[in-house]
């Protein structure tokens, strides 16, 4: 029942990252020249995230905020004004842009293509949330339950339970558990296209006139 997730969920995960990264490269490359004619700042933004049983690595995203934004704080502890951000870095978090350079994550092994979003090391109202459903007991995703359920809207409490639902079924293997992937996958896309659940502020926040931002 486990091999789904002990072998096939990694087998799926190298060969379409892989397949990603070929595919995308090029666009990868452009969006990195963009970045660096619509702003200063390096093209990448790395942060320390919660990976496989709460063991620390280092996330890749697409720089898509102002270099002086407070490197390691919850998108719903901080504000920064929106028209402090381009049209370019608004338009990159929108349509999820930012988060291309996680396939490489992927494909080395420290992220999942689905599965709990990764909380900062700080944020340990979730990291406590999803202890109380072992979503922190499996490998962290670039897309999940939660995110097709509400994505940045969520509060905590409802987004670690949406994780623990994930982690139920996965656990239970075989189809069931690959159905739930492919419903995550699809789903994901779906949101995407829509620009659903992106609330710029993150965790259970409400967009406001202002405009609340953050890499997260």
Not at 173 to 190: E, K, P, V
């Amino acid at each position: 029942m486990m091999m789904y997730k002990d072998f096939i969920k990694r087998a799926i995960d190298i060969v379409l990252s892989f397949i990603g990264l070929v595919v995308l490269i090029i666009p990868m490359l452009l969006v990195a020249v963009v970045i660096k004619i619509d702003s200063k700042g390096p093209v990448l933004f790395k942060q320390q995230r919660v990976g496989l049983h709460k063991k620390p690595f280092t996330i890749l995203k697409f720089r898509s905020m102002p270099t002086d934004t407070p490197h390691d704080m919850p998108t719903h502890m901080l504000n920064v004004a929106e028209n402090r951000m381009t049209r370019w870095q608004s338009f990159m978090r929108k349509a999820s842009i930012d988060e291309l350079p996680q396939i490489w994550c992927i494909l080395m092994g420290s992220m999942s293509i689905i599965g709990p979003r990764p909380a900062l090391l700080n944020q340990e109202d979730l990291i406590a949330e999803r202890d109380e459903y072992g979503a922190n007991d499996v490998k962290p995703g670039l897309t999940g339950w939660a995110q097709i359920n509400g994505r940045d809207e969520l509060p905590i409490e409802v987004k670690a339970k949406y994780d623990g639902e994930y982690v139920e079924k996965l656990n239970t293997g075989g189809f069931s558990a690959f159905a739930m992937d492919c419903r995550c996958f699809f789903g994901t896309i779906l949101k995407v296209l829509k620009h659903e659940g992106v609330v710029e502020g993150g965790t259970g926040a409400i967009e406001s006139e202002e405009g609340v931002l953050l890499e997260k």
